[in-house]
């Protein structure tokens, strides 16, 4: 086991560490984290606020999305040449601490971990249809190794009947959705109308969801038209689709499966396809326990990624500033280099 080596991060490398990780998907991009840093150590918090009561009741995607962030941390550790030792949880004394990195020794990144962090910055939900071309089973293959992680397993929708299980529960859940006030007024709090003004939320106006999307994926609204089970079934049909399966459903896996779905993200992007996650239609008990006992799944359904070809790259959604993620601000992370 490597322990942390005590040099200070720079300003620069302190900067390439926060601005990674604050490029990681979140729920409603409410970006739930903080991190602080350390000589050979970073830390992640999440913050519990905002809440997303009627999106996410038991906090589950806001978990989610830290593993995500520290996902990113790892890369850019990785990526500073330096080798990085994730923990989550580590200490339950902190029940907000979700993971801490440790990074050691100088060790130069692999190919591999270079592209992937590349793909950080050109990472975006996709939540237009896509090009309708297949992608090839041995790069879904690499997709599901790459968001395999301990207690994590990403599994591939097989076509025909499974996808057509996944059609029939979605379009469930988008008229639940549809129909639950309470939804429908948090959903419109955290959509973007005016982009220049906001720093979080999602960036999809109802206006500008573009034509032909399938609704769940852009957030079902009153005015979302809802086609029917078939037609589902037949978009789906020209997609992937990776389910992330959990061994267990706490506040770990969680954290885990955030995690698994931000480094199978990034392979995807680092391939040339683009994604997007759905996880909101598995927070109703009905959908979780069919898409477990329909797909014979041997644990808990946490999220599922949408993988395609897309004619052109997504915009990228806005952020917080670096002050409001990092406690007291950038210069508070730099210690003076040592002797
Ligand atoms: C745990 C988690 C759950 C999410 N659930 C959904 C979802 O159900 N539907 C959706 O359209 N986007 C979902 N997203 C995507 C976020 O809305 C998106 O990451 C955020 O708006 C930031 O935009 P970006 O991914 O383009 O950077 C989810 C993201 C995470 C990390």
Do not use: N
């Given at each position: 086991m490597s322990t942390a080596q005590g040099r200070a991060w720079t300003a620069a490398e302190t900067e390439v560490l926060v601005r990674s990780m604050m490029r990681a998907p979140s729920v409603h991009n409410t970006q739930p984290w903080v991190i602080e840093v350390a000589p050979g150590e970073l830390r992640v918090r999440?913050?519990?606020?905002?809440?997303?009561?009627?999106?996410?009741?038991?906090?589950?995607d806001r978990v989610a999305s830290c593993g995500a962030a520290v996902a990113n941390l790892e890369l850019a550790v990785r990526a500073l040449g330096r080798s990085a030792e994730v923990t989550f949880l580590p200490d339950e004394k902190q029940p907000d601490l979700v993971a801490r990195v440790l990074a050691g020794a100088e060790s130069a990144p692999t190919v591999e971990e270079l592209r992937r962090f590349g793909a950080i910055a050109r990472r975006a939900s996709h939540r237009a249809p896509f090009e309708g071309v297949a992608v090839p089973t041995p790069v879904v293959r690499r997709l599901a190794e790459a968001g395999g992680a301990p207690g994590v397993e990403a599994r591939p929708v097989r076509p025909g009947r499974e996808v057509a299980v996944v059609a029939r529960l979605l379009h469930f859940a988008a008229e639940r959705f549809q129909a639950d006030s309470g939804y429908q007024r948090e959903l419109s709090l955290w959509t973007i109308r005016d982009e220049h003004a906001h720093r979080h939320g999602v960036g999809i106006p109802a206006s500008r969801v573009p034509a032909g999307s399938v609704p769940w994926a852009g957030?079902?609204?009153?005015?979302?038209?809802i086609p029917a089970t078939p037609e589902l079934e037949r978009h789906l049909a020209g997609e992937t689709l990776l389910v992330f399966v959990t061994a267990d459903d706490a506040r770990g896996d969680h954290v885990r499966a955030g995690y698994a779905l931000e480094r199978a993200w990034l392979a995807a992007v680092d391939l040339?396809?683009?994604?997007?996650?759905?996880?909101?239609?598995?927070?109703?008990?009905?959908?979780?326990?069919?898409?477990?006992?329909?797909?014979?799944?041997?644990?808990?359904?946490?999220?599922?990624?949408?993988?395609?070809?897309?004619?052109?790259?997504?915009?990228?959604?806005p952020r917080r500033g670096e002050q409001e993620v990092l406690p007291g601000g950038p210069d508070s992370a730099v210690r003076p280099p040592g002797p």
């Open positions: 999440e913050r519990a606020e905002p809440a997303l009561p009627h999106h996410d009741p038991h906090g589950r957030l079902v609204r009153r005015a979302t038209e040339g396809l683009a994604a997007g996650v759905l996880t909101q239609p598995l927070h109703l008990e009905p959908v979780r326990s069919a898409l477990c006992e329909d797909l014979e799944l041997t644990g808990f359904p946490q999220a599922l990624l949408r993988v395609g070809y897309a004619a052109e790259a997504d915009p990228p959604s």
